[in-house]
């Protein structure tokens, strides 16, 4: 007895392109947002995209610990660099807080 074949018998493309997977590629999906009269990215990321790696958020200026589901916003014409990890509640209250945070004598500056 043969094996069972997986692939379909059509004669089409062989998976789907980049431009298809906008959602899922690097571990969530990414929309655009206006935020202070900017465009900003915000790529949502899964827990399990973010495992091996702790970054601190800069609205609650907390850590988030491994392995925990978070948001990753930049402005649109910012490059890499400019990319900040925020807890999607403290994303989602961005308009709400104050805009200086507070910081204890030892915190580091981020």
């Not at 298809?20 to 947002?33: A, I, L, M, V």
């Not at 988030?64 to 990753?72: K, M, Q, R, S, T």
């Not at 990890?85 to 994303?91: I, L, P, Q, S």
């Amino acid at each position: 007895m043969s094996p069972r074949r997986n692939r379909p018998n059509g004669t089409g493309s062989s998976g789907p392109s980049a431009e298809d997977d906008r959602s899922g590629r690097y571990g969530g999906w990414q929309s655009t947002e206006s935020w202070r009269g900017e465009e900003w990215s915000v790529r949502h990321v899964a827990g399990a995209s973010a495992h091996g790696k702790a970054y601190r958020c800069p609205g609650c200026d907390q850590l988030i610990p491994d392995g925990v589901p978070h948001v990753v916003a930049w402005p649109e014409h910012a490059g890499v660099d400019d990319r900040r990890h925020w807890h999607k509640a403290c994303w989602n209250a961005k308009d709400r807080r104050t805009t200086r945070v507070q910081r204890s004598r030892n915190a580091p500056r981020f």
